[in-house]
C-alpha cells in the first residue's frame, strides 16, 4: 500500500494482525535500540515519526515500514521494523537502503530522540 507524504492512515491498520520477526544479530548496533514496551505502540510511534519525515510504505504482514525520504541534493531510502528479542523485550532496528550514511545516522538519532522513555532496555 503506497501512501503519499503525510497521508497514512492508521485508521486501516489492523495492528493487532501484525506480527513482529525475531530479531537477528548483525544489525549495526548505532542502528538498533532495545525496548520493553508494547510492539503496537513502537510501531505507532514509528509511523508518526516517519511520515512526518518523508514518504512511508506499510508492510501487510509485520511491524515494518519503508521510508523515503527526498530533498535537493538527494534521496534516502530506510527500511526500519519492530522485531522481537525474546518474551517482553523488542528491537526497533533502521537499515540504510540507500543514500546518504551521514543523513542516515543523523535520522537514526533523531528517531532515538523520539522514541524518547521507550528506548528503555539493553541486550
Excluded: C
Aim: aromatic residues 14%.
Amino acid at each position: 500500500a503506497h501512501r503519499g507524504e503525510g497521508d497514512v492512515s492508521l485508521d486501516n491498520v489492523n495492528f493487532m494482525e501484525l506480527k513482529a520477526k525475531p530479531f537477528k544479530e548483525g544489525v549495526g548496533i548505532a542502528n538498533v535500540f532495545f525496548s520493553s514496551s508494547d510492539p503496537v505502540e513502537l510501531y505507532k510511534i514509528l509511523l508518526e515519526f516517519a511520515v512526518n519525515k518523508g514518504q512511508v510504505v506499510l508492510n501487510e504482514n509485520y511491524f515494518k515500514i519503508k521510508l523515503k525520504m527526498i530533498d535537493e541534493n538527494s534521496v534516502l531510502t530506510i527500511e526500519s521494523k519492530i522485531s522481537s528479542v525474546k518474551e517482553g523485550l523488542y528491537a526497533v532496528e533502521f537499515k540504510k537502503q540507500s543514500g546518504d550514511y551521514f543523513l542516515f545516522s543523523d535520522v537514526v538519532k533523531t528517531a532515538k530522540e523520539f522514541f524518547g522513555g521507550h528506548v528503555n532496555a539493553t541486550y
